[in-house]
């Protein structure tokens, strides 16, 4: 397992793109630490609405993949009928040189660490929607932001070193 060490937390604002507005919120910030890939710092967002966001803006190495990574986010929406959040699976491959990501409906093919630490449930038993009708969700405690920095480096980052 990797180390996640808590760095500070504050208040924030952020663009949101998918929402196309400014978010308020508290970001936590985190040191992670992995042998294969170096030391990445994560960022959790949650805004005052419930919806986070991680990312992990910087790291200790660059390559082609670490650059790649650097852009690349999570999203945890609100469960529609529990005091949780959920993020929709989606486990990082290289291919051609580019980093994509598959969806998951079948949990035998979910990493053993993300299996072991976290619930696992299908999207239609959490959301308001059909939309990705049999893929798998990852339930999280809004108060558990280390958990989604655990998980942010489980499904983008370890898979591809």
């Known amino acids: 397992m990797v180390d996640v060490i808590f760095l500070e937390k504050k208040n924030c604002e952020w663009f949101d793109s998918g929402e ?40 200790q190495m660059t390559s082609s993949i670490h650059d790649q990574l650097k852009r690349k986010t999570i999203v945890f929406n609100p469960c529609k009928d529990r005091n949780e959040l959920y993020n929709l699976l989606g486990i990082s491959y290289i291919g051609e040189g580019r980093l994509h990501y598959e969806r998951l409906e079948d949990v035998s093919f979910v990493p053993p660490e993300i299996r072991r630490n976290f619930e696992l449930t299908i999207h239609e038993a959490v959301a308001g929607t059909d939309r990705f009708k049999g893929k798998i969700v990852v339930i999280v405690s809004k108060e558990k932001p280390e958990d989604m920095a655990l998980l942010f480096f489980l499904q983008r980052i370890k898979p591809v070193f």
Not at 31 to 57: F, M, T
């Open 20 to 59: 196309r507005r400014l978010l308020h919120g508290v970001n936590h910030a985190f040191k992670i630490i992995d042998q294969k890939s170096g030391e990445w710092l994560v960022n959790v967002k949650i805004s005052d609405e419930g919806k986070a966001v991680v990312s992990a803006p910087t790291s």
